[in-house]
């Protein structure tokens, strides 16, 4: 009984620990809904009514405004083609938070298509491309990358910079962990990595896959097996892996962190 009580209890601090992490996320919505009603001369406006309208299941703005999940890319951008509130600010609080010429996004009136996978900000005149940044873990039910709405964070890149060098929906962001790819990778550095390179590539850092977990590692072949590799190899031995068993993820093109 005491186990099941102190279960329960932790459980509960999880949850709450979790939803004050995306509170910031719950208050935009409703922020967005109230005055979405209010431009409309309406009362008040139902989260049904709201999902309606964006073209979405109810449940999605019930969960987010209950700080269960985050608002994610492409329903900031649904809610920016619809309601004239913007992307980059549903998403990081940005501001200003509506676009300009709201006035397109009048009940009836459909304005042009965004590219949901970018936003502008007025101070610098830049627009930027939105990237996703997975989880040390693979999704329990599907064995791939966590989904949109489980993703750890979304990193803001110039989206002239991101598109003369790699497509921006293939872009993913992954963190390393520990020093076995020191020097040429160090713990916390961030790396961006395509999600299109999905086989092995032999030398190339790559994101796999093993069970549930997500590893950053060098890939070798040889005439005894296909390895992951650290380059850190006065610490750490090559890794002899089933090719058959490893999901290949994504081949790692850059990365950034602190000197």
């Known amino acids: 009984m005491v186990n099941n009580t102190s279960r329960t209890e932790g459980m509960s601090i999880q949850k709450v620990k979790y939803s004050k992490k995306n509170a910031h996320h719950a208050q935009r919505m409703k922020l967005v809904r109230e005055a979405f009603a209010r431009e409309r001369g309406l009362d008040k406006l139902s989260q049904a009514n709201f999902a309606r309208i964006v073209g979405i299941n109810p449940s999605r703005i019930s969960h987010i405004e209950a700080g269960n999940t985050r608002i994610g890319i492409e329903l900031a951008g649904l809610i920016e083609e619809k309601t004239g509130f913007r992307q980059a600010w549903l998403l990081t609080g940005e501001r200003p ?6 006035g397109r996004y009048d009940e009836g009136v459909r304005g042009p298509r965004k590219d949901r996978e970018s936003g502008f900000t007025e101070q610098s005149g830049h627009h930027f491309s939105f990237v996703k940044k997975v989880k040390p873990h693979l999704n329990g039910g599907s064995g791939e990358l966590t989904s949109d ?31 076995s790819m020191y020097p040429t ?23 796999v896959g093993i069970d549930d977990l997500v590893y950053i590692k060098r890939l070798r072949r040889t005439h005894q097996g296909m390895f992951l590799v650290s380059d850190n ?4 031995e090559p890794w002899r892996i089933d090719p058959e068993e490893t999901k290949f993820l994504g081949l790692v093109l850059w990365h950034c962190g602190e000197l």
């Open 233 to 236: 190899s006065a610490v750490y």
């Open 149 to 179: 709405e489980e993703a750890e964070g979304i990193y803001a890149f110039r989206t002239d910079w991101l598109k003369s060098r790699w497509p921006a929906a293939s872009m993913r962001l992954a963190q390393v962990s520990g020093d």
């Open 97 to 102: 938070e509506k676009v300009s010429d709201a």
């Open 185 to 207: 990778l160090k713990d916390g550095d961030l790396v961006l990595f395509d999600v299109t390179e999905r086989y092995p590539i032999d030398g190339k850092i790559m994101v």
